[in-house]
């Protein structure tokens, strides 16, 4: 699984913390890593499915050769991301359906990640799944065409998820296992399923914090002539860098 696709599309200030304190911390990086993680998984299965390799799935040829209102047919094999998103849901979710006594909290955002039909990730795949067609007729006039659902490329889900990311809702706990916006001017708008959830606000990535595993970063290298990833006005937080010359024979 392309799960680090991440490093192309989040700001690699965060990125150095990602293997630590982030899984736990309850901040909208744990829960962008729950649903890259859960897409990753998907996407893998689902691309193993259609390619023949497990014994338990074959691509979906349940909808092969019904007609549609629009006047074409489903044909070929789409891709199976029903299964997909059943195997990512058991695999993905197990080791925290079996923790039996989280905190009431953190047990909130989990019902909300866990108890739902599709999590933002698997949700992530099947809204982009990308419908592909062929068509039929003398010289290609298109009188009648076969359609197939096929995967969306993982950088696209990627894209999306980061998208969510950026609008990661702040939630409270509320009675009935629900959750609720933080803030008097949203609360009543509701969380939707497909919406990132998360409870604290991020750390300083900026900043070194060794109990958080965070390095912070200063004395990284920066470019200056980029706008990118490694840009000196993004990586060096606004804090200035010194320019080395170095002479090569």
Known sequence: MRIFTKVRIFNPVKCNAIKTFLFVAGSRETAFIYAITSAGATHAVTQACSAGNLTDCSCDASRQG??????????????????????????????ERENSSPPPFRSS???????????????????????????HGVSGSCELKTCWNKLPSFEQVGRFLKMKYDSSI?????????????????????????????????????????????????GRRCNRTTS??????????????NTQVREWF
């Open 109 to 135: 955002i989990h019902h909300h990640y866990l108890e739902i039909r599709a999590p933002t990730g698997r949700l992530a795949i099947e809204r982009q799944m990308e419908l592909k067609c062929r068509c």
């Open 228 to 241: 990118g990833p490694q840009a000196c006005n993004l990586l060096c937080c606004g804090r200035g860098y």
């Open 66 to 95: 019904q007609s549609t209102a629009e006047g074409w047919k489903w044909g070929g094999c789409s891709d199976n991301v029903r299964y997909g998103m059943m195997f990512a849901r058991q695999f993905v979710d197990a080791p």
């Open 170 to 218: 702040q939630v409270s706990p509320k009675a009935k296992r629900r959750l609720r916006r933080r803030g008097k001017v949203k609360r009543k708008v509701p969380v939707q399923k497909e919406d990132l959830v998360h409870i604290h606000r991020s750390p300083n990535f900026c900043v070194e914090d060794p109990k958080r595993g965070i390095l912070g970063t200063s």
